[in-house]
């Protein structure tokens, strides 16, 4: 999900709050399974899960392991830019390998999560890609070993 600096932030009600609830704990639960947890028919859940994908609040998607899809490596890339982070940041988010970006405080300007096929791939990546990309200075890459936690159910507040 790619989001925007001049988006409002979007006021939840305890409905749709917890209608985000019910969809972390299974994206695939039905629309009518949620009303009956939160009390509204099954057409005005579906509108409301709408209206959240539509303002951007959520997304629902499958969630893959990489290494069973045959991508043997992943890593986090951590870099520091030289001059305004936007277009960096735009021109990895336009890399297909790419997964995830954040703007960060510290050592490092950007972290940019990489899937890749080999560790050939993964160099080429680095190599050719991101260090090409004009404002690179530097590049530190945290190879992953062993995925020990990934969730998506932290609810809403």
């Known amino acids: 999900m790619t ?4 988006k409002q932030p979007v ?18 639960r039905s629309y009518a399974a949620i009303g009956k947890v939160v009390g509204l028919s099954e057409a005005a859940v579906r509108q409301r899960v709408q209206r959240l994908i539509d303002s951007g609040v959520m997304q629902v998607v499958a969630v893959t392991d990489p290494l069973e899809l045959g991508f043997a ?4 890339v951590g870099i520091r830019v030289s001059g305004p982070l936007d ?3 735009d021109a990895l988010s336009a890399l297909e390998e790419v997964d995830y970006v954040v703007i960060t ?3 490092y300007d950007l972290l940019a999560e990489v899937v890749a096929e080999s560790d ?3 160099l080429e990546l680095i190599s050719d890609s991101i260090r090409a990309i004009p404002g690179v200075v530097a590049t530190e890459t945290f190879m992953y070993l062993r995925l020990q936690k990934q969730t998506y159910s932290w609810g809403v507040r």
Not at 3 to 6: K, L
Not at 16 to 22: D, H, T, V
Not at 73 to 76: D, H, L, S, V
């Open 3 to 6: 989001r925007t600096r001049t």
């Open 11 to 28: 006021t939840l009600d305890e409905v749709s709050k917890a209608i985000i609830e019910q969809l972390q704990q299974d994206g695939r």
């Open 73 to 76: 490596r992943q890593a986090m």
């Open 87 to 89: 277009p960096v940041a």
């Open 105 to 107: 405080a510290g050592s």
């Open 120 to 122: 050939e791939h993964l």
